[in-house]
């Protein structure tokens, strides 16, 4: 029972992790019908944003501003960096063949991740680095709830992972920008005829996704601790498979998906073993895929001619 | 008749008969004749070039092929060394990836992201069958059974793979692919660790033996390659103007409309995937046999995406394209390793060719050649004066870093910054107007110059990675059809 809980607490964990990084990719799908698969590698920068915002204020050991301001400047910077470099990707990469079919943007996509990965390669080097979360945050100062703990990091991934959860929400459903997005998820034509500025648009939805995907890396350092070149990717499938198996371009099944592909990590890497997590992970999408190709949440699309 | 129907200032009715430009020969424009000639309307180069290209093309697939075969099987005896010879090998094995890869992708359009699972299985498979891994004594079957138990192995597989994902169209199919590739990779380092070695692979391969002829050295799997190659290349010419073919290319522009041509959408897809799947395990018997051992890490994405690249060089759609692309990238990617000398070679000659050919006119290509040396020299000039731990370019280091780069002291974190401007300056350099983008070019090539001397050139065997990359991106933006591929006009004129 105790493992059961334990489990169930760390797949909650990692589930609003990937569920954020979901959210990304699935807005992106939305608007522009592009699986971006560099999305992932926006979440590995992010990492290592709050990685060096932890260096440049004296090093985990030696925390010279108050905690809550540094995860705050963590967070902050993480977001709008990572933020900024999706809308320069958009706008370098993607922008030149929003209708150039569906197969180039893909192929693109692969190159940019490509790039990103061994562009951190070069800068950072192979090496890991650590966040050392232990030294700055206690591990004792969590909660005990029945038989198991939950540590201060994990309570505020959980909380600040729903919290951006229903920000994003409310973006997308109550303003204007939101409804502009939907508009250009909708029909783009008709959104651009309607007066929609749809560059614009789009680039503030590649900001959205990426800032979420940047902040959720830093939450990842946090719980993870270890920051290297290729986390990105590995997290990027895992996003994407939560995505898929939600319904891409649904976002309550993005964050669905997000929770399912954690929990069912958690439990396998509890009750199976971690060799073979990956693996049943995947082949859990290729199932869903194969039996409800729109996803748990998603609509089944109708093929225009 | 009236003169002007729609009034004298109305839009004038286009003439009947398109007069052909002055001085041009041929069928009139827009007959039918000249459409036959036109084959598909192709784009050729302007000028002599495009003439040169018109008669090359009238050459025969298979003078050429041979031609090219017989070029390929001539090069060892120029004295390839063993490097050489190892990169010419490599190349073969991507161009056959990249061949059967076309298929897939460029023929029956449907992005197969899983394609380097194909070659791995052939190569795993291969593996098993032919050495001392499975049993006391292992099997040790010889080449010329094992070879087409994986290559018929591995169209079942690929049927496996294309049955219950033929009905996902587009994105779908390349996430099912992805999965499955990365599924394979997973599959190979962690299950039965025994037999399939885990991590650490299979080693002690039997080399292809077959007709008492045993090929251990370089040279005779690079011939064997280079025959297999062209057999492939051979067959899928013959297959690319059969009906397959054709029910492939109307399957991929427009899979309803060939339904209603009564093509069997499915079955077609079906078939490319075997096909692909089939020329992927070839490649990945021979090269198991020929590196006599396989790991995991052999059939990752970096593959994946090196035999992309290669395809989408050369042009996604043509063979000869596929396998020119794949000897292009393997001779960038396998080059940049050797020396730093080469690489730079190699780094400058391609941006003076892309200056070259998109800078014109020849006024400011010229201006901005100059600029650039001038503002080399001048910056070289005021960081020495400045200090002399600025210019510290090591004895090892070429001339342009000795005397037109500044190669700081301790050149990784100002090169690492570099990098980030250059990426940042790229990404501007599309955006601006023409005459900023001439100007700002002169600085971008000088900051490209300094961060490939003070990092990517230490640190060879990410450049190519991030080149490969690159590759991708701007092919994709600038040239989707390939350097060696001819854009179809899409409208008549």
Redesign the interface.
Same mark, same amino acid.
């Given at each position: 029972m105790r493992l059961f809980l334990q489990e169930l607490v760390t797949g909650i964990t990692t589930g609003a992790l990937y569920g954020l990084v979901a959210l990304g990719f699935s807005m992106v799908y939305g608007v522009l019908?592009l699986?971006n698969f560099a999305h992932g590698d926006l979440y590995m920068v992010g990492a290592y944003i709050g990685f060096f915002v932890i260096q440049w204020f004296g090093g985990a050991a030696h925390v010279n501003i108050p905690v809550p301001l540094l995860l705050v400047i963590m967070f902050v910077l993480a977001a709008v960096l990572v933020g900024g470099l999706g809308v320069?990707m958009e706008?370098?990469?993607y922008r =030149? @063949?929003r209708d150039?079919g569906? /197969?180039? =943007? @893909?192929?693109?996509a692969?190159? /940019?991740?490509?790039?990103l990965e061994?562009?951190a390669?070069?800068?950072f080097g192979s090496q890991f680095r650590e966040y050392n979360t232990p030294e700055f945050i206690s591990l004792s100062s969590g909660i005990q709830v029945g038989l198991v703990t939950i540590d201060s990091v994990q309570i505020m991934v959980i909380v600040l992972a729903l919290a951006l959860m229903l920000g994003l929400r409310l973006v997308v459903n109550r303003t204007r920008l939101g409804r502009q997005m939907r508009a250009v998820a909708g029909d783009r034509e008709a959104a651009e005829m309607l007066g929609i500025n749809v560059n614009f648009t789009i680039a503030a939805t590649f900001f959205l996704g990426a800032a979420l995907a940047g902040m959720a890396g830093v939450m990842a350092g946090l719980l993870f601790n270890q920051v290297t070149n290729t986390i990105g990717?590995i997290a990027g499938?895992k996003a994407?498979?939560a995505a898929?198996v939600g319904g891409i371009g649904s976002l309550p099944g993005a964050v669905l998906g997000g929770f399912v592909i954690g929990l069912a990590e958690a439990f396998i890497t509890g009750y199976v073993s971690s060799?073979?997590t990956?693996?049943l992970v995947?082949?859990l999408?290729?199932v869903v895929?194969?039996a409800r190709?729109s996803g748990l949440l998603g609509r089944a699309q109708l093929?225009k001619? | 008749m009236s003169v002007y129907p729609q009034g004298p200032l109305g839009p004038q009715e286009p003439p009947d008969i398109l007069e052909n430009p002055p001085g041009s020969r041929g069928p009139r424009l827009g007959a039918d004749e000249w459409v036959a000639r036109q084959e598909g309307r192709r784009e050729y180069l302007p000028s002599w070039l495009g003439e040169a290209q018109r008669v090359f093309e009238r050459i025969g697939w298979w003078p050429r092929l041979a031609v090219a075969g017989l070029a390929g099987a001539l090069l060892p005896s120029l004295g390839l060394g063993g490097f050489q010879l190892q990169v010419g090998i490599d190349a073969l094995v991507i161009a056959l990836l990249a061949v059967g890869l076309n298929i897939v992708?460029g023929w029956a359009?449907l992005?197969d992201?899983g394609y380097v699972a194909f070659f791995g299985f052939g190569a795993y498979g291969y593996a098993l069958l032919s050495s001392g891994q499975i049993g006391s004594a292992g099997i040790h079957l010889p080449a010329i059974v094992s070879l087409p138990v994986m290559v018929i192995a591995a169209a079942i597989l690929g049927l496996a793979v294309g049955l219950?994902?033929r009905?996902?169209?587009?994105?779908?199919l390349?996430?099912?692919t992805?999965?499955?590739g990365?599924?394979f990779v997973?599959?190979t380092n962690?299950?039965a660790p025994a037999k399939l070695g885990g991590p650490n692979g299979i080693t002690g391969i039997d080399p292809i033996r077959s007709f008492g002829i045993q090929l251990t050295t370089n040279a005779g799997y690079y011939y064997l390659l280079v025959i297999v190659l062209v057999i492939t290349m051979a067959v899928l010419r013959l297959l690319d103007t059969s009906r397959t073919g054709r029910a492939w290319r109307a399957v991929r522009e427009d899979p309803?409309a060939a339904a209603a041509m009564t093509i069997p959408v499915n079955r077609v897809k079906l078939l490319a995937f075997a096909c692909g799947a089939m020329v992927a395990a070839l490649a990945g018997t021979i090269f198991a046999a020929q590196q006599t051992s396989v790991f995991p890490t052999d059939f990752d994405?970096?593959i994946l995406?090196l035999v992309?690249?290669a395809l989408?060089l050369g042009g996604s759609g043509s063979i000869a394209g596929a396998a020119t692309g794949a000897l292009v990238v393997m001779v960038i990617y396998d080059g940049l390793l050797r020396n730093a000398t080469d690489a730079g070679f190699l780094f400058y000659g391609l941006i003076l060719l892309t200056l070259l050919a998109r800078l014109r006119p020849w006024r400011r290509l010229a201006a901005v050649l100059a600029a650039t040396v001038a503002l080399g020299f001048a910056a070289h000039a005021i960081a020495a004066a400045i200090s002399n731990s600025a210019v510290a370019a090591g004895p090892g280091s070429g001339w342009l870093a000795r005397h037109w780069v500044i190669v700081p002291a301790n050149p990784q974190t100002p090169g690492?910054w570099g990098?980030?401007i250059l990426?940042?300056m790229?990404?501007a350099l599309?955006?601006v107007s023409t005459r900023w983008r001439t100007i700002l070019m002169v600085p971008t090539i000088y900051l490209a110059a300094f961060v490939w001397e003070t990092?990517?050139v230490v640190?060879p065997s990410?450049?190519r990675?991030?080149l490969?990359?690159?590759?991708?991106?701007v092919m994709?933006?600038a040239r989707?059809q390939g350097l060696f591929g001819q854009r179809r006009v899409e409208a008549a004129l």
């Open positions: 019908k699986l320069a706008r370098f990469a =030149p @063949l150039a569906r /197969i180039a =943007p @893909l192929i693109t692969i190159g /940019i991740s490509f790039f061994n562009s390669l070069l800068l990717f499938l994407f498979t898929v060799t073979y990956n693996l995947f082949g999408l290729i895929m194969l190709p093929q001619v | 992708v359009g992005l992201l219950p994902s009905r996902l169209i587009g994105d779908y390349a996430i099912v992805l999965f499955f990365e599924a997973e599959f962690n299950v309803l994405t970096p995406i992309y690249a989408i690492n990098f980030v990426v940042c790229l990404i599309v955006q990092r990517l640190e990410i450049t990675q991030l490969i990359g690159a590759i991708l991106i994709m933006i989707p």
